[in-house]
């Protein structure tokens, strides 16, 4: 059994890349693996200063939600960012808590698979590049994670656009093989 720790990065409540979240932790925890989702939305995350003082004393100075995310970021075996695509991208908030993360940098932390969900209006599945690079940026300061794994939902714009679109079977499966 695995540590599984979903992020949500998203802000509109039944996201698109939400509803890929909800899937990927539904296959997770079909497969037997203990499961905690968490939402951006629900959370208050400052951001980063730069002062680097969290690689002193292992723990960001700021007093807000990205300090217990961290912890959960750290003892989880599996992270799963969830992102909405905006202009090519993560969302804005995803970048926050990843800076937000750099207490992690320099620990004996739990993670090695890393995966990416991503929503966006673009068909393209080339419109999560940027995303994806963005995270493999994250990944590659920490020695022992990897990208093992992304899924695309293209075409999906509106708040359930996504109902019936077939990223939802393919995060529900990718979560399963976890």
């Given at each position: 059994m695995k540590k599984v720790l979903v992020i949500s990065t998203s802000l509109r409540r039944t996201s698109n890349s939400e509803a890929l979240a909800d899937a990927f932790a539904k296959g997770a925890q079909s497969a037997g693996h203990e499961v905690e989702m968490v939402r951006l939305a629900d959370k208050t995350i400052a951001f980063c200063k730069g002062c680097f003082a969290c690689l002193k004393t292992g723990s960001c100075v700021i007093r807000?939600?990205?300090?217990?995310?961290?912890?959960?970021?750290?003892?989880?075996?599996?992270?799963?960012?969830?992102?909405?695509?905006?202009?090519?991208?993560?969302?804005?908030?995803?970048?926050?808590?990843?800076?937000?993360?750099?207490?992690?940098?320099?620990?004996?932390?739990a993670f090695e698979d890393i995966y990416l969900l991503t929503a966006a209006a673009e068909e393209e599945e080339s419109a999560q590049d940027g995303a994806l690079h963005g995270l493999q940026g994250w990944i590659s300061c920490f020695g022992r994670a990897h990208l093992a794994g992304s899924v695309f939902a293209g075409g999906v714009n509106e708040a359930g656009d996504i109902n019936g679109h077939p990223s939802l079977a393919k995060a529900y499966e990718l979560g399963k093989s976890v």
């Open positions: 807000d939600d990205a300090v217990e995310i961290a912890e959960k970021m750290h003892d989880a075996n599996v992270i799963v960012f969830a992102t909405p695509v905006y202009y090519y991208e993560m969302s804005g908030q995803m970048k926050t808590l990843l800076d937000r993360a750099n207490s992690l940098y320099d620990t004996d932390y």
